[in-house]
């Protein structure tokens, strides 16, 4: 298993809290991806984590499922997004 994986399973990211999360929907091979990016606060060199959700094949789809995960992750939050 490698450094970054075994570090995620033991959760050395969560120990520092979430500033915000954003999905991004990128064109990849005829698909397209859906990407989380989680920002943290920067005490690490790792501070901004992305995950890649899923593929879908058209644009619509990807953004209909992108809003209902980043509307979900927000709501996780301590704190409006940003601190706003």
Same mark, same amino acid.
């Given at each position: 298993?490698?450094?970054?994986?075994?570090?995620?399973h %033991?959760?050395?990211?969560? @120990?520092?809290? =979430?500033? /915000?999360? #954003?999905?991004?929907?990128?064109?990849e091979?005829?698909?397209?991806?859906l990407?989380?990016?989680?920002? %943290?606060?920067?005490?690490? @060199?790792?501070? =901004?984590? /992305?995950? #890649?959700?899923?593929?879908?094949a058209s644009?619509a789809?990807a953004m209909t499922?992108?809003?209902?995960?980043?509307?979900?992750?927000?709501?996780?939050?301590?704190?409006?997004?940003l601190?706003?």
């Amino acid at each position: 298993m490698s450094d970054d994986v075994d570090r995620l399973h %033991r959760g050395a990211w969560s @120990d520092s809290p =979430v500033l /915000t999360v #954003r999905t991004r929907v990128e064109a990849e091979r005829g698909r397209w991806v859906l990407h989380l990016d989680v920002v %943290r606060i920067p005490d690490h @060199d790792d501070y =901004v984590v /992305t995950h #890649r959700l899923g593929d879908y094949a058209s644009h619509a789809e990807a953004m209909t499922i992108a809003r209902f995960v980043e509307r979900g992750a927000n709501r996780e939050l301590p704190h409006p997004p940003l601190g706003f």
